[in-house]
C-alpha cells in the first residue's frame, strides 16, 4: 500500500518525481567511475549551492544531525572552547553535541522566537577566546532566521572558527558560504533540497581545514572523521565506508533542479510563498510566533488558538487533506505548529491547500 | 545515463526491482502513523533475520561502519579494556575505533585468510577482564567466516559482553544472535539483504542494555547514542533526528524478501552457489586464498596468478561484461580478487557470468 502526503511539516518536504526515479536507479559499486562520475557532480553542485570553492565540500552519509557532529567532533579537541548561541532546540543539540566532544561551552541565549542578539555574541566574545564560534541560520524549532552578516567579524574578534547550521536554509534562502566567511556548515537533505532524509551536506573552509590538520588528538568519531572521507572523496578514491550509491543519486537530481531553477528564483519563490501564507494565515484569524524581520520564508510558526487541541487538529489534517504540518518542539510543544514551505512544498497550491484545510478544521 | 551493472564484489550486491521500486515510494514523515507501521514491521524482521527476541534492534541511519561505531562508542568508556580479534582490516578497524572510545585495546590476531584461534583468545581472556571482546563473524577483506561458537564462553571466562560484526554475513549464513549469546552485532544493508547501502542494522542485548544504562558518562556520539535512538524506535517516538524514510521502506522490502525466501533456503542458497563457484574457478586454474572450513560463501577471495594485472582485468570485466567484482583490501591489495555472491547476486546465472567473463579475460 502506497501511501502519498502533502508535506508541510519542517521536513521530509515533497520530493519530486524526477529525484525518486534517481534515488530508483540500479544500484552501482561505489567505486564504479560511473558513480565516481556522479559524486564529482555533485560535488561540484554542492559548491554552487553553498557559494564556496572549497574543495572539502560534500555530503555525509548520515542525517543532518551527523553533520552537525561531523563539524563539532572535527573542530573541537577535549578542553576546547566554544562559544555556542542558543534560541532554540538544534542550537541546544550544538552545545550537547560539543560537550560530548570534550568542549567547554559558553552558551549566548535568546527567548524562543527571536533570533540571538550580535551585541550578547560580541560581548561574550570579549572574554575569552574561543576555537568555535557557532550560530543557527535557520531554527527549525522557532522559524527564526538568523542574520549571519555581524558574525565572522565576532569570530574574528575571538579567534574562532565560524560554524553554522544551514540544515533549513540551504537552498530555500541565501547562504553565501564564502562571502559570509563561514568556516564549517551542515545542511540536511529533507528540506529545501527537496530530497529524501538521509545526507547531510557539508562544507569546510580552508580555514577549517588546518584546524583539522593541526589536531593534536585523533577526531573521536571514525565514522565522521573528515580526513578520511575527504581521502575517499578526493582523487585518491581510499576505501573509508560503502557509500550510499543511491542516495547520492537523488541528491544529484536534487540539486540539478535547484540549479536548474537557479538560486535567485528559488529564493524568490519561498520569500513569495512565505508571504502569502502569512497573509491567509492571519486572515484566518491566526497569530504568527516570529515578528516580521526575523521570519524563516521555509517554515513558518503558528501560535495554536486557545481551546484548540494540537493533535486532534493535526489528525484530521492528515486523514481527510492527506497534509501534514509539525507539531511544536521543546518550548513550544503543543503551543504552536510548524508550516514548512521548503524546495518543492513551497507553491501557491501548497499555500492554498494549507489554508482551506486549516480553515475546514478550525471551523 | 542510466548504468546498469552486475554486482559481484564485496558490496553492494544486484538490489531487486521490488527493492529499487520500494525505496521510490512518496517520501512521508517520518512521524506519520503509515512511516511508524512501517518502522515497526522493519523492527519485527530484523528481529527473525538476526534471531534474536531483543526489542532494541534496528536500522542505525548510516552505513555498516556507523553500525560498528554505535556498538563501541555505547558499550565502552574511557579506561576500559576490550579484546578484539584482528585478522583482516574490519578487525583492525574495530580496534581503531575503540581506542577513539578511549579504551585499552588487546589484540589477538591472525595471518590474513585464515580465521582467529579461539585458543589464543581464551588464553588472553585469562589474563584480566575485559569490557567487551570483538570478532568479526565474516570477515570482507579475507573471505574467513569464523566459528563463533567457542566464544560466548571465552566472553564469559574474562566478564566481557560479546560484540559480533556480522556486515558480510547476516541473511547469508546462519546468524543466531540469541542461540550464540551475542550481545552487540551490527550489519549492512548492501550485503546478502540485497539492498542499497546506506543503513545498519544492529541489535543489542539485554546484558548490554544493562550495561548501556550503567555507563558513568554519556556517549561520546550524539547521534549513534543509543539510549536516545531507542526513544524513538519506542513507544515514545521521541524525535531524535529525522529517519531515513525511503531507506526504511527499501529495507523493508529486502527483509520481505529475504523472510518469503525463508532463511534456511537462503543459506543454503549461498552454499550451493558458493561451491559452484569454487569449481569453476579451480577448473581456470585459479587458486582460493581461504581453506574450505573457513570459507565464507558471501565472498570469495581468488589469488591474482603471477603474471596478470590486477586493474587491467577489473576494468576489462566492467567494460566489456559491466561486470564487478572486488579488488584485494589491505594486505591484498593486487594480490587477490573478491568475488561476492551475496544475496540476489548469488544466482547460477551470476556464477556462469563470472566464470566466463574471467575466462575471457584471463585468456
Not at 122 to 135: D, E, G, I, S
Request: glycine share 10%.
Amino acid at each position: 500500500m502506497t501511501i502519498q502526503r502533502v508535506l508541510m511539516g519542517p521536513g521530509p518536504s515533497d520530493v519530486p518525481a524526477e529525484v525518486l526515479a534517481a534515488l530508483a536507479r540500479p544500484t552501482i559499486g561505489h567505486l564504479d567511475p560511473e558513480f565516481l562520475r556522479v559524486l564529482d557532480e555533485t560535488q561540484g553542485m554542492l559548491r554552487q549551492v553553498f557559494g564556496t570553492k572549497s574543495a572539502l565540500t560534500l555530503p555525509i552519509s548520515a542525517t543532518g544531525s551527523a553533520g552537525m557532529e561531523t563539524c563539532f567532533v572535527n573542530l573541537l579537541e577535549p578542553g576546547d572552547h566554544a562559544l555556542i548561541c542558543r534560541h532554540g532546540v538544534f542550537g541546544g543539540r550544538m552545545a550537547e553535541v560539543a560537550r560530548r566532544a570534550g568542549a567547554e561551552v559558553t552558551l549566548v541565549e535568546a527567548p524562543w522566537g527571536r533570533p540571538i542578539d550580535p551585541d550578547d555574541v560580541a560581548a561574550a566574545a570579549q572574554k575569552r577566546a574561543f576555537k568555535v564560534l557557532a550560530v543557527v541560520h535557520a531554527e527549525t524549532s522557532t522559524g527564526v532566521l538568523q542574520d549571519l552578516s555581524p558574525f565572522r567579524a565576532i569570530a574574528d574578534s575571538c579567534g574562532a572558527l565560524l560554524l553554522v547550521d544551514a540544515v533549513t536554509s540551504l537552498a530555500g534562502v541565501p547562504v553565501n558560504v564564502d562571502d559570509m566567511g563561514i568556516d564549517a556548515i551542515y545542511s540536511g537533505t529533507q528540506k529545501c533540497l527537496s530530497c529524501p532524509p538521509g545526507l547531510s551536506p557539508i562544507s569546510f573552509s580552508e580555514r577549517a581545514r588546518d584546524a583539522l590538520a593541526a589536531r593534536a588528538t585523533p577526531v573521536q568519531s571514525w565514522y565522521l572523521d573528515l580526513t578520511l572521507i575527504g581521502q575517499y572523496f578526493g582523487g585518491e578514491r581510499v576505501y573509508h565506508h560503502t557509500a550510499p550509491v543511491n542516495m547520492i543519486f537523488a541528491l544529484h537530481e536534487a540539486l540539478r533542479l535547484v540549479l536548474s531553477e537557479g538560486l535567485e528564483n528559488r529564493y524568490t519563490r519561498h520569500r513569495t510563498q512565505a508571504e502569502a501564507l502569512y497573509q491567509g494565515l492571519e486572515a484566518l484569524g491566526l497569530e504568527l510566533v516570529v515578528e516580521p524581520p526575523a521570519r524563516l520564508p521555509p517554515l513558518t510558526l503558528v501560535r495554536i488558538p486557545d481551546g484548540v487541541d494540537d493533535v486532534t487538529v493535526r489528525k484530521k489534517l492528515l486523514t481527510e487533506h492527506d497534509l501534514e504540518i509539525g507539531g511544536g518542539l521543546g518550548d513550544f510543544k503543543g503551543k504552536a505548529w510548524r508550516i514548512g514551505l521548503m524546495g518543492a512544498s513551497a507553491t501557491p497550491k501548497h499555500v492554498e491547500l494549507c489554508l482551506s484545510a486549516l480553515a475546514d478544521a478550525l471551523s
